[in-house]
């Protein structure tokens, strides 16, 4: 038999090297005390640049409280964090409940509705979102907003089937944003394909139907060949965002 090949040591975070990113780890920082409490065993770990510092506080916490604790992934990046950080890695098939999942966002209204899906894992995220007993949303304060869309400009993103994406553009043409496109990969290589082989749309509504993001959300759910739309509304039961100050906003 042969001996498996040493795990890699624990990612140590580079220190922030922006106001940006020390805002990050200020808000993931913060929501961990917070939220990651000792009696947490199973912790949902989501997407973007944010959640690296999330895991990064979870270690601190130390081996003793984290050996008795599995952690469920989002997708491919937050698989390789917890993997690199030797914590142990799960799946929301063994764990379909989770005490806490913390993710980002893309933007955050006063309702703590938002938008997410930038990176294009959203569906995964709302499974492991909608999983838990507590999803808290961490993001720096470019994130933090009143009406969704008034921020994230890209429309909200879409995952779609990828035999009706044409159908889908079409229909969400006629629901009010003309301007919905397929997201391509870089250098326009072709389309991007997300962790479950489907197509991401980015549609860009008016600000009057952002105002009311459950009603769009449910008009764009309806729309045959739609996997998931990334709004999550009424899902989240706090969100931090670092300022630039070094204070926490806590919604
Ligand atoms: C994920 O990462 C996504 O839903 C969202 O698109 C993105 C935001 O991440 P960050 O701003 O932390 O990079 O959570």
Redesign the pocket.
Known sequence: TSTPPPLAAPPKAPPPTSTVEAS?RLAAWTAVDRHILPEHKVIGI??????PYVVERIVAQGKKVNKDRVFIPTGFQSKELIVNAQLLLGDVDQYPVIDVTI????EVDHDLNCI????G??LR?KVLAEAADTFVLV??YR?NSSVLGTMFKQGI?IEVVPFAYTKILQNLHLLGSPNAVLRMAKAKAGPVVSDNGNFIIDAPFPEEMMKDPYTLLTRIKMLTGVVEV?LFCHMAKAAYFGNQDGSVTIK
């Open positions: 990050k989501g997407s973007g640049s944010t959640v993710d980002g966002a893309d997410k899906g930038g990176g894992c959203h995220e993001a720096d994130k993103p990334g």
